[in-house]
Each structure stands twice: as C-alpha cells, then as structure tokens.
C-alpha cells in the first residue's frame, strides 16, 4: 500500500491532527456522529456507540499500540493496522463491528436499516469526500434496495483499511 494511502487511512483515524490515535480520537467521531443524528450521549443508541468506541479502541491498541503508550503512532498504525491484518481482514472487521454497529445504530432513529442517504451522511461525519462517500454507499447497497446492511458495511470498512487495492 503506497504510503499516500497509508497517511489518508491514518488520517481518517486521527481525528484531532496530533499525530497519533488514542481513546478520544474514537470518543471524538462519537460525538461527531451524535452531533449528525440528534442522539443524546446518553440514550441507549449513544451509550451503544460508546461502547462500540471504546471496544474499537482497545482492538486498535491491543494490535498496533507495540510500545503499550495508549497511542497508536503513524509507524505503528502502519505495522499493525495494515500490515499484520492485511492477510486477515476479517480480524479486522470484527474489531470494527460494535463501533459500526452503534453508528448505524444511531443513525437509523426508525430502526428499518440505514439508508444509502442515511450512509452518506455516516461518511460525511468522517470526513469522506462526498463523491467517494456516493461510491461507497452506492457499491454497499448491491440489490438497490435503499438500504445498506451492518455485514456490508464492515466487510467494505475492513477491505478499506487493510486491502491495498
């Protein structure tokens, strides 16, 4: 994976620009998200994401936090989020699962699934361009149904971050 790419996934993780990920970077696209749908912290949807969160957290560093610091350098980010899942991706998505699942949750108020415009707007709180965030959804919901499920969601969120191409 070319180091451009690299940085843009790490980005994507760091949400306050200091360099490194920790616990607040994911407390963070929380309340990001919380902010978006109008859900109090909290309700049972924002205490969900909470803990999807903090367990996103705890798999992210227990993977790539080598030096046991409570953050995730870029060089470790590299090393584990990359590199050791790149041959198991599906490792990767279930880290990933609870934290996605209390977004999708907190986005789906009427609790019938999440909408392609609903997942643009997911993608949106983080910083996804709106014409990559069109693609996504677009490629997620493969029946045309409207609607984009929790598996697919972290099948292509895994794919993402530990697939090169």
């Given at each position: 994976?070319?180091?451009?790419?690299?940085?843009?996934?790490?980005?994507?993780?760091?949400?306050?620009?200091?360099?490194?990920?920790?616990?607040?970077?994911?407390?963070?696209?929380?309340?990001?998200?919380?902010?978006?749908?109008?859900?109090?912290?909290?309700?049972?949807?924002?205490?969900?994401?909470?803990?999807?969160?903090?367990?996103?957290?705890?798999?992210?560093?227990?993977?790539?936090?080598?030096?046991?610091?409570q953050?995730v350098?870029?060089?470790?980010?590299?090393?584990?989020?990359?590199?050791?899942?790149?041959?198991?991706p599906?490792?990767?998505?279930?880290?990933?699962?609870?934290?996605?699942?209390?977004?999708?949750?907190?986005?789906?108020?009427?609790?019938?699934?999440?909408?392609?415009?609903?997942?643009?707007?997911?993608?949106?709180?983080?910083?996804?361009?709106?014409?990559?965030?069109?693609?996504?959804?677009?490629?997620?919901?493969?029946?045309?149904?409207?609607?984009?499920?929790?598996?697919?969601?972290?099948?292509?969120?895994?794919?993402?971050?530990?697939?090169?191409?």
């Amino acid at each position: 994976m070319d180091e451009r790419r690299i940085a843009a996934r790490f980005a994507g993780f760091d949400q306050d620009g200091n360099g490194y990920i920790d616990r607040e970077d994911f407390y963070v696209a929380a309340k990001a998200l919380l902010a978006e749908f109008g859900v109090a912290a909290r309700s049972e949807r924002g205490q969900a994401l909470f803990a999807g969160a903090e367990a996103f957290w705890q798999g992210m560093a227990g993977i790539a936090d080598v030096d046991g610091d409570q953050r995730v350098t870029r060089e470790e980010f590299v090393t584990g989020a990359v590199k050791r899942l790149r041959d198991n991706p599906d490792r990767f998505a279930e880290i990933a699962r609870p934290f996605l699942r209390g977004a999708m949750a907190v986005a789906d108020a009427e609790g019938d699934g999440v909408t392609s415009d609903t997942g643009r707007r997911i993608l949106g709180v983080f910083g996804v361009e709106p014409d990559v965030a069109q693609a996504a959804v677009d490629a997620l919901d493969a029946d045309a149904s409207g609607r984009i499920s929790e598996d697919a969601a972290v099948r292509a969120f895994a794919r993402y971050f530990t697939v090169p191409e």
